[in-house]
């Protein structure tokens, strides 16, 4: 059983092709693709019911995929469950915890289950419970949501394992609380453990994630890493020029033009695809050009893009990006 | 006025206008919000009393048509196995349909009705704050005793519409309407006083598990004083009286019917009620009345398994369990005593019985009696455990499951261990059963039958047990949404163990219950071939269980 699990050399953590999961008539997935490569820390978005958390499971052998490629650290997640499970820790969304254990045993009882033992591990714990300031002798039912998550992140944390799988880990941390999961986001990726993180943060994703898959309705709209994603969205431009801008607007990649007097010239504002930058510039050269600014978009309008309704409506490059 | 003042003004009428203080503001949109969420839930409920009604008054009538023939049913009543399992025998001289319904099954809706009262008053008020759920109401413009107050007259109404519908039937019947009223009113008036009993258990414990399992321990105390009462005197002795459920029974239905009996049980409502309005008044939202304990900063080392796991979820509520049914059977035990006294009487006044009972000088009474309580230790047994193995399904429904499967433990060992701890649980409590009547059988002097056929009898339906529990365990793993029906199951046990023989039912429909493969010990000798049938059929349940349980989705849809 092991010997098929090992991972082979530089293969991915995982891999999900054209996954499908139905539950019913509800299509939770619908043709997801997804590759988290090792040692790479993977921001994993989506609005609500994208179908996040239903992928998770499906990675972690829990739900049985419809149809589609799933595989994990080189292993089948349905067929070796178990012996995967050594291999990665995980964090569930939702943290449901034994309400008569402390918080402490929970985490020992996490850490035992998965076979962690010595004298590392107990190091390696108490200074995760120091870090995170959590009490672990309040009974798990006693706890508020932040620290129930506290105690799931702690043993998540103490494993010494392959692969993280954290299913928005930070949704009841405070600011303070968060700022230390972040940097030992960081550590985990420093020491060679690849993370797949699904959040609603963005800062949080822009702070640690290499790679961003953006999700919606069970099928990946975009990904890739954030430059990648960055330059696939577009940038708004303010300028003044004294020629007459009318001609950019026929230009391939340039969006809502609107011109306005300024003076003795035009104030022209229009959005444009990034990749479309350097034609945009040279045609704009020429007009005579006395101000011009690209503000580049911000993360939160790339993802507000992606989480809202525009998708489907406009926004030609947008739709042009998903694979 | 600005609109938020309207708003509040408005509001402010309102609270006014539905109680004092406002602590009842809501109560109406509250009850109105349960019956819509238990529809389907109390119409089986209720059905279900109205159908055993029905069918006991139209087998009873069938197959007890003559008089001779009643008498003869009678005599049978008078042995104390019988009283155990039905009343204080008003009526027996002349036994006629109503005396006989009255006797034998005013028990039996009593339990099925505060079972269904209990069970709705904790649903709705201590689960919904153990859940959380509650919260989010009571944020509302809800008042502090609102839920429980319409969790109470959702009860109250539910058991009215039985009353009037189980009314009707009785009368279809044939019997007289005036006493048919008087029995239903004096059935849902138990029901209610075990209602009550379960609005102040929610006071006291903050699990709801816990309230329920309080609650309907004090039934099986009042039913055991009641039996005890009852088995000392014929139509019932001074101990008889300090029960509720005796209340109900006195009010001689159908053969001198008197109704101040009921006075009691309507005062005790009140009481009870007021009692747990106090109590609710003096703790937070969410709260017992002893505040949680700080624990342990790390496990014992013992803590390491998912049996550790499983056996430290549920080794509080078996240490409860253990001790209470333990006390029960070890008083049931004490009575076998009287018992013997009995049976001098008996074949005097009942020459019937002393014929079918008397050829070994009563011993086949004893043993009668014997095995009827170790009956009622199996049923309470199966009770616990079909509610033992279905918390594999609250593990998953709340996220717990999902916790323990995503580390490196396999479907069969998380089901395994739930249901060894579960299964092995319900073992205990039968040997209780058998060990607790023996205990008692010694205590009293009674050294015959020998103390270790008290406890073979009891492990004589382990393997019926495990049936049952099997296919508790199977429903969970192929169909968790339809798991519950592990419990019209037992109802299915229950119903053949006590009325199979009474109401003739064709060895067809008893055979469906496995307890009824079972020889009854002591009364009936021991027989492998039926224990070693049951093992099979219950190591196939659990093969399929784990066979589905690996197939699946969890957390189910
Ligand atoms: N067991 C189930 N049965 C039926 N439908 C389900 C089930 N689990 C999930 N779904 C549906 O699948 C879709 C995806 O749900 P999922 O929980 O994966 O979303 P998510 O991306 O994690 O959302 P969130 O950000 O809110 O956590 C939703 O429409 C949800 O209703
Ligand atoms: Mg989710």
């Given at each position: 059983?092991?010997?098929?699990?090992?991972?082979?050399?530089g293969g991915p953590a995982i891999e999900i092709h054209d996954l499908r999961?139905?539950?019913?008539?509800?299509?939770?997935l619908d043709g997801l693709d997804l590759t988290v490569r090792p040692g790479e820390v993977a921001g994993f978005l989506g609005p609500n019911?994208a179908g996040k958390s239903t992928a998770i499971?499906v990675l972690?052998?829990?739900?049985?995929?419809?149809?589609g490629h799933v595989r994990l650290l080189?292993?089948?997640?349905?067929?070796?469950?178990?012996?995967?499970?050594?291999?990665?820790?995980?964090?569930?969304?939702?943290?449901?915890?034994?309400?008569?254990?402390?918080?402490?045993?929970?985490?020992?009882?996490?850490?035992?289950?998965?076979?962690?033992?010595?004298?590392?591990?107990?190091?390696?714990?108490?200074?995760?419970?120091?870090?995170?300031?959590?009490?672990?002798?309040?009974?798990?039912?006693?706890?508020?949501?932040?620290?129930?998550?506290?105690?799931?992140?702690?043993?998540?944390?103490?494993?010494?394992?392959e692969l993280l799988v954290l299913d928005e880990p930070t949704?009841?941390?405070?600011?303070?609380?968060?700022?230390?999961?972040t940097?030992?986001l960081r550590?985990a990726k420093a020491?060679g453990r690849s993370v797949l993180l699904s959040s609603h943060i963005m800062s949080e994703v822009e702070k640690v994630c290499d790679t961003v898959t953006i999700i919606r309705r069970g099928r990946a709209v975009e990904s890739g890493t954030l430059q990648e994603l960055r330059h696939l969205t577009r940038s708004a431009v303010?300028?003044?020029?004294?020629?007459?801008?009318?001609?950019?607007?026929?230009?391939p990649g340039v969006h809502?033009?609107?011109?306005?007097?300024?003076?003795?010239?035009?104030?022209?504002?229009?959005d444009v695809e990034n990749d479309q930058m350097g034609d945009v510039?040279?045609?704009?050269?020429?007009?005579?050009?006395?101000?011009?600014?690209a503000t580049p978009p911000s993360l939160e309008e790339l993802f507000l893009r992606h989480y809202g309704d525009e998708l489907a409506a406009g926004g030609g490059s947008a739709t042009g990006a998903a694979r | 006025?600005?609109?938020?003042?309207?708003?509040?003004?408005?509001?402010?009428?309102?609270?006014?206008?539905?109680?004092?203080?406002?602590?009842?503001?809501?109560?109406?949109?509250?009850?109105?919000?349960?019956?819509?969420?238990?529809?389907?839930?109390?119409?089986?409920?209720?059905?279900?009393?109205?159908?055993?009604?029905?069918?006991?008054?139209?087998?009873?009538?069938?197959?007890?048509?003559?008089?001779?023939?009643?008498?003869?049913?009678?005599?049978?009543?008078?042995?104390?196995?019988?009283?155990?399992?039905?009343?204080?025998?008003?009526?027996?001289?002349?036994?006629?349909?109503?005396?006989?319904?009255?006797?034998?099954?005013?028990?039996?809706?009593?339990?099925?009705?505060?079972?269904?009262?209990?069970?709705?008053?904790?649903?709705?008020?201590?689960?919904?704050?153990?859940?959380?759920?509650?919260?989010?109401?009571?944020?509302?413009?809800?008042?502090?005793?609102?839920?429980?107050?319409?969790?109470?007259?959702?009860?109250?109404?539910?058991?009215?519409?039985?009353?009037?519908?189980?009314?009707?039937?009785?009368?279809?019947?044939?019997?007289?309407?005036?006493?048919?009223?008087?029995?239903?009113?004096?059935?849902?008036?138990?029901?209610?006083?075990?209602?009550?009993?379960?609005?102040?258990?929610?006071?006291?414990?903050?699990?709801?598990?816990?309230?329920?399992?309080?609650?309907?321990?004090?039934?099986?105390?009042?039913?055991?004083?009641?039996?005890?009462?009852?088995?000392?005197?014929?139509?019932?002795?001074?101990?008889?009286?300090?029960?509720?459920?005796?209340?109900?029974?006195?009010?001689?239905?159908?053969?001198?019917?008197?109704?101040?009996?009921?006075?009691?049980?309507?005062?005790?409502?009140?009481?009870?009620?007021?009692?747990?309005?106090?109590?609710?008044?003096?703790?937070?939202?969410?709260?017992?009345?002893?505040?949680?304990?700080?624990?342990?900063?790390?496990?014992?080392?013992?803590?390491?398994?998912?049996?550790?796991?499983?056996?430290?979820?549920?080794?509080?509520?078996?240490?409860?369990?253990?001790?209470?049914?333990?006390?029960?059977?070890?008083?049931?035990?004490?009575?076998?005593?009287?018992?013997?006294?009995?049976?001098?009487?008996?074949?005097?006044?009942?020459?019937?019985?002393?014929?079918?009972?008397?050829?070994?000088?009563?011993?086949?009474?004893?043993?009668?009696?014997?095995?009827?309580?170790?009956?009622?230790?199996?049923?309470?047994?199966?009770?616990?455990?079909?509610?033992?193995?279905?918390?594999?399904?609250?593990?998953?429904?709340?996220?717990?499951?999902?916790?323990?499967?995503?580390?490196?433990?396999?479907?069969?060992?998380?089901?395994?261990?739930?249901?060894?701890?579960?299964?092995?649980?319900?073992?205990?409590?039968?040997?209780?059963?058998?060990?607790?009547?023996?205990?008692?059988?010694?205590?009293?002097?009674?050294?015959?039958?020998?103390?270790?056929?008290?406890?073979?009898?009891?492990?004589?339906?382990?393997?019926?047990?495990?049936?049952?529990?099997?296919?508790?365990?199977?429903?969970?793993?192929?169909?968790?949404?339809?798991?519950?029906?592990?419990?019209?199951?037992?109802?299915?046990?229950?119903?053949?163990?006590?009325?199979?023989?009474?109401?003739?039912?064709?060895?067809?429909?008893?055979?469906?219950?496995?307890?009824?493969?079972?020889?009854?010990?002591?009364?009936?000798?021991?027989?492998?071939?039926?224990?070693?049938?049951?093992?099979?059929?219950?190591?196939?349940?659990?093969?399929?269980?784990?066979?589905?349980?690996?197939?699946?989705?969890?957390?189910?849809?």
């Open positions: 059983m092991t010997t098929s699990t090992e991972r082979a050399p999961k139905t539950f019913g008539t509800t299509h939770a019911g499971r972690l052998g829990l739900l049985r995929p419809t149809s080189g292993g089948d997640p349905w067929a070796d469950a178990v012996a995967l499970h050594r291999r990665l820790a995980y964090v569930p969304g939702d943290v449901s915890l034994w309400p008569n254990l402390t918080g402490g045993e929970a985490i020992d009882l996490l850490g035992r289950l998965r076979g962690d033992q010595g004298r590392a591990a107990a190091r390696r714990r108490q200074e995760l419970l120091e870090r995170f300031e959590l009490d672990p002798t309040k009974k798990a039912r006693t706890y508020s949501k932040g620290n129930r998550q506290k105690v799931a992140l702690v043993a998540a944390f103490a494993a010494d394992v949704s009841g941390l405070d600011p303070l609380m968060e700022a230390v999961f940097e030992l550590e020491q303010t300028a003044v020029v004294g020629g007459d801008p009318a001609p950019l607007a026929a230009l809502d033009l609107a011109t306005t007097a300024d003076g003795d010239g035009t104030r022209v504002t229009f510039l040279a045609a704009v050269a020429p007009l005579g050009v006395r101000s011009f600014t | 006025m600005s609109a938020p003042a309207v708003a509040r003004a408005r509001g402010g009428s309102r609270l006014r206008g539905a109680g004092p203080g406002g602590t009842l503001a809501g109560t109406g949109l509250l009850l109105r919000f349960m019956l819509r969420r238990d529809r389907v839930r109390l119409a089986v409920w209720s059905a279900s009393v109205v159908a055993l009604w029905l069918y006991v008054v139209t087998a009873f009538g069938a197959l007890y048509s003559t008089a001779e023939e009643r008498q003869a049913r009678a005599a049978l009543m008078t042995t104390p196995a019988s009283v155990m399992m039905t009343g204080p025998g008003y009526g027996l001289e002349d036994y006629t349909l109503g005396a006989m319904v009255a006797n034998e099954l005013l028990l039996w809706v009593a339990l099925a009705l505060a079972i269904m009262s209990v069970l709705e008053i904790v649903r709705h008020t201590r689960a919904e704050e153990e859940s959380g759920r509650a919260e989010l109401v009571r944020a509302g413009a809800v008042g502090r005793h609102a839920p429980a107050v319409a969790a109470m007259l959702l009860v109250l109404v539910v058991n009215v519409v039985v009353a009037v519908l189980s009314g009707a039937v009785l009368v279809a019947g044939g019997l007289d309407a005036g006493d048919s009223a008087v029995l239903v009113v004096a059935a849902a008036l138990t029901a209610l006083v075990f209602a009550a009993v379960a609005v102040v258990t929610c006071q006291l414990t903050a699990h709801g598990r816990g309230a329920a399992g309080l609650a309907l321990a004090v039934f099986g105390a009042a039913a055991l004083v009641r039996a005890a009462g009852d088995i000392q005197e014929r139509h019932g002795s001074a101990l008889s009286w300090f029960s509720p459920i005796a209340w109900a029974q006195q009010t001689r239905v159908f053969v001198d019917t008197r109704l101040w009996p009921l006075v009691p049980s309507a005062v005790l409502v009140v009481l009870l009620l007021v009692l747990g309005a106090v109590l609710a008044s003096r703790r937070d939202h969410g709260a017992g009345m002893l505040p949680d304990r700080r624990g342990r900063a790390d496990a014992r080392p013992s803590l390491r398994s998912p049996v550790a796991l499983a056996w430290r979820q549920q080794r509080t509520a078996l240490a409860w369990w253990t001790l209470g049914a333990g006390l029960m059977w070890l008083a049931s035990g004490t009575y076998v005593d009287g018992v013997g006294d009995m049976i001098g009487d008996l074949a005097e006044t009942n020459p019937a019985v002393a014929q079918i009972f008397g050829a070994d000088g009563g011993q086949g009474l004893v043993d009668a009696f014997v095995a009827v309580i170790l009956l009622y230790a199996v049923l309470a047994a199966l009770g616990y455990g079909i509610a033992a193995v279905l918390r594999a399904g609250a593990e998953e429904a709340e996220g717990r499951a999902e916790v323990a499967l995503a580390l490196p433990v396999s479907r069969g060992r998380w089901l395994g261990a739930q249901l060894v701890v579960a299964e092995a649980g319900a073992a205990v409590l039968v040997l209780a059963g058998g060990a607790g009547t023996a205990l008692g059988a010694l205590s009293v002097g009674v050294d015959d039958p020998a103390a270790w056929t008290y406890l073979l009898a009891a492990a004589s339906y382990l393997p019926a047990v495990a049936v049952v529990l099997g296919l508790a365990a199977a429903l969970y793993a192929w169909w968790p949404r339809l798991a519950g029906l592990a419990w019209a199951v037992l109802a299915l046990v229950f119903v053949v163990g006590m009325f199979g023989d009474a109401l003739d039912l064709p060895d067809a429909v008893q055979g469906l219950s496995p307890l009824w493969w079972v020889p009854r010990v002591p009364a009936e000798d021991p027989r492998l071939l039926p224990v070693v049938v049951l093992a099979g059929v219950a190591v196939t349940l659990h093969v399929l269980a784990f066979a589905g349980f690996r197939r699946r989705d969890v957390p189910a849809r």
